[in-house]
């Protein structure tokens, strides 16, 4: 019946019948209850004499179950006082002590209840139970009462544990819609930074020999046929390892490129300097590192980025200008990566997005070290020191 039934607020399942119908068969089963009670208790030597008035109160009764939905409280208190009348009023009573409990603090159920009690233990002063003496009477109304609130408080309890499950998977479905928006962004960043990281060391050197062809047209048909097959190569390779970025992203692998080979480690430095070097960068390379076969593979191949990128930024904003590389540390104390390049004329050999630096910054912190950048006395300054445990 609506008057036992959880809050209208809730959602009904389809398929289910309409609300009102369950209201209707409830009134009419305290209906159904209330006539019961009013014929068994004709039996009695004094039960024609109340007859009126038990259908009257047992009317009134079951007229009060409709209101007691939406005003608990104030309908469980007129059917307690109607109690006092008549045993009529005694199945309508119940039902609004249970709504009572299922709907209020566990304050105004115990009130509730005990309005109940005291109405029907007036109501036996005068006009007793035949063959059931005060004693057993308070007892049973006492248990049925406490009883009554204890369901409705448990009720109320698992439909508020309910309602709290239920706003908690919404919460859960809703934070795993995030955190798959997160996750597609921090798999974006990735491929960006890693296509940074691989492209664009690789496509400065081409436009570094692409430079050269144009301000030097009277060079030799050797020399030109050998800067284009330079570029020619680099176009190669440049494809090649955008092809093994985009794979390496996609199956979620970083330690070993699609081909068997390997993932540039801290001993390829040496071959990235001589490449540059090629390409016509002046650059002073000095290396001091003790154990490097103890170096991680992770931390190694971060500086091999960092030294990619001062590199990078070299030929882009001081083409020309000599790069100081110093590369220091040992096992416990750390690796410190130094790069030192005068200040270029403001305009760069190359087009870039601006943040390379930042996506380095990340990789730098993400390995647990720190990067510093920036201008100090006329020249550009990359400086990273990252963790090296013993």
Known sequence: MNATCSNESELRIPGEPPRWVGDVVGVAS????????????????????YLILDVIVGIVAVGLIVPLARRPVQSALALAALAVLSPAATPPSTVGTLTVAQRRPLKTAVLIALAGTVGHLIQWLWRPVEGLNLFWYVIVDVAVHAALMAWGQWAQARRALLGSL??????????QGRRVAEARMLERTKMAREMHDVLAHRLSLLATYAGALEYRPDSSPEKLAQAAGVIRTGVHQALDELREVISVLRDGEIDELPGGRPQPTFGDLD???????????????AAEVSAAETLPPATGRTAYRVVQEGLTNARKHAAGRPVSVVVKGRPGDGLVIELRNPGGNGVPAAPGSGTGLVGLTERVNLAGGTLDHGKTAGEFRLHAALPWPE
């Open 30 to 49: 305290v209906g159904v209850l209330t006539a019961a009670t009013i014929f068994g208790r004709q039996s009695g030597p004094d039960g024609s004499r």
């Open 166 to 175: 239920r706003e908690r998977a919404l919460r859960a479905e809703s934070e």
């Open 271 to 285: 071959a990235l300097v001589q490449e540059s070097r090629d390409a016509g960068s002046a650059i002073s390379y």
